[in-house]
């Protein structure tokens, strides 16, 4: 791994825009900049030939300076019909002035956990819906769609940003890493792109079939070697400077790469915004909207009070420790097993089936187990 250079050089974001290296990409693609090399070469990728992405550093790195810088890049090339953007960032302030962008699925940054666990929700929905169009046209993925329904009934791609992902996993993990789980396995082909930023990567939340699926991984200035290695699978990120100093790989590469992001204030997103506000329309999707200020009954039973959350949680984990063991998804046997009444069991079957661990066949009161004993093991780790 390279020395770090003490001559940090800063790369103003303008200046990658304008390279050539970015104007000659295509806006399907969804290409975006990521900084300059060491040498001084310009670095671009494109979402659509990557899969997820991970991004981790620690406090102060500049992980959300990077994902501003790459997100503003995106909306410059990309319009809305070929990109929609979803925001999520728990901490409520790095992102503010993305608001109104015309790019954004919703007007909206989300911010509260119970609506990024609804985002996350409607996003594996939307997968299933666009898996069902790709079918129905004979097409194995969104370029392919694309390219048959030009001008009509094109799908944009969706990228789903979420900032301080593993704080969110750690406060509630069997709502939403699962959820994860399922779109970074299949959502890419539908054109539905994740990207998860974070601090420290445990193994615990990065766990090994997460990481298989976003193979394209960044690291900005880690606090330790074990961290490095965690995200990287090499030591080297400790050794950065802070302030946008990374390293890298993609599919593409064979070794890691350094380079660094550009700096990007909250004043020229600002402007970015406003003239992409002037310049298109916005079309925000107020279904969507109004799916996020729902709360659904089933919900709030199995969440309800804080002093319940504990139980719903024991109560989920036995429900599919017991339909797994014993193949058999019958609302009768979960009340018998779990010794709750009968709308409780009925709602933990609900709650199976919206989260696609088990089918929705209702034949013989028969449904298909799709999770496996290993998914649950992946689920509960060393809680089990
Ligand atoms: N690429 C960069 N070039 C110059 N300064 C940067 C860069 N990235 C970050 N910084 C500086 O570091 C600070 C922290 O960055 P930030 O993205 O908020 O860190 P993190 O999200 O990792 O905690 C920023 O306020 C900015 O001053
Ligand atoms: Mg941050």
Known sequence: VEVPNENRVTVSLRELIESKEFCSAKAENVPFVVGKDVIGNVLVMELAKLTHILIAGCSGSGK???VRSILVSMMQKCSPKDMRLIICDPKGVDFVAFKGVPHLLIDEIIVDRPKIIKILDWAVKEMGRRYSKLQ??????????????????EMPRIVLFIDEFADLVSADKLNILPKVQILA????????????????????????D?????STRISLKM???????????????ENLLNHGDMLFFT??????????????????IFKVVQFLKTNNKCVFDEKIKAYLDKTSSSDTVLTGEADDDDKDFELKKKALEFVIRTQSTSVCALQRELRVGFNRASVLKD???????????????KSEVKITMEDYDKMFGEQK
């Open 64 to 66: 959300s300076v990077f």
């Open 136 to 153: 129905e046209a004979g097409c194995a993925n969104i370029a392919e769609y694309n390219k048959i329904m030009k001008d009509r009934e």
């Open 185 to 208: 396995q299949k959502a890419r082909a539908a054109g539905i792109h994740v990207i998860l930023a974070m601090q420290r990567p445990s193994v615990e939340i990065i766990s090994g």
């Open 210 to 214: 997460i990481k298989v699926n976003f």
């Open 223 to 237: 606090q330790t070697a074990v961290d490095s290695r965690t995200i990287l699978d090499e030591t080297g990120a």
């Open 251 to 268: 599919p593409n590469d064979s070794h890691l790469i350094r380079a660094q992001g550009p700096n990007v204030s909250g004043e020229e």
């Open 351 to 365: 709650w199976m089936i919206k989260n696609g661990y088990v089918g929705n066949s209702l034949e013989n009161n």
